[in-house]
């Protein structure tokens, strides 16, 4: 992916993880994505009223900061969090995040 | 605690948590907090090379956030983490970003 860069996971920062994690549109594409399938780039279906430059540069920080990967298949780019590598390199913090241990 | 004011449990949102989770000086302090025992504010023994002011900062930022809270006994000021408090309302978070649940 020589367009879209990520970082190796163990180079990934916990510092930097949690400020992508520091915003509510973030958060939010976080929790859509907490069950690791790639999900398509296009506006519809994020449920977020914010220009398209805008939620490329939120794609943009995620993707950055080990959260994410951008795949790209033709035309269409999807992300896709980069579930079972946090779960690994930081036991527990999605699950967290994404609220998947609360009981409300 | 008038002077130390820290917010409500059921008011405090995780971005604001995030937010001040984000900074390596403050997670440092939030992992040798994390037993939940209280620890004197001085400057000895936090392992910290910064000024007295820069780290009233961070204290501050963690007492707002709603992740600690300064407990005054006398000339003592202390900090505490609001450990169960957030284990209830963030269940694993505290956890995972102090690395308990890691395994290196």
Tied chains: 1, 2.
Excluded at 3 to 23: C, F, G, H
Excluded at 30 to 48: C, F, H, I, N, Q
Excluded at 86 to 98: E, S
């Amino acid at each position: 992916m020589p367009d879209y860069p990520a970082p190796d996971m163990a180079d990934v920062d916990i510092i930097e993880v949690m400020k992508a994690l520091s915003d509510p549109i973030r958060l939010h594409i976080v929790r859509l994505l907490a069950d690791g399938a790639p999900r398509s780039k296009t506006m519809e279906g994020w449920g977020v009223d914010i220009t398209k430059s805008t939620m490329a540069h939120h794609f943009r920080i995620l993707r950055e900061s080990g959260l994410t990967f951008t795949l790209i298949s033709g035309r269409t780019h999807a992300i896709q969090l980069r579930r079972s590598e946090l779960d690994a390199r930081f036991p527990g913090l999605i699950a967290a995040v994404v609220g998947e241990n609360s009981t409300d």
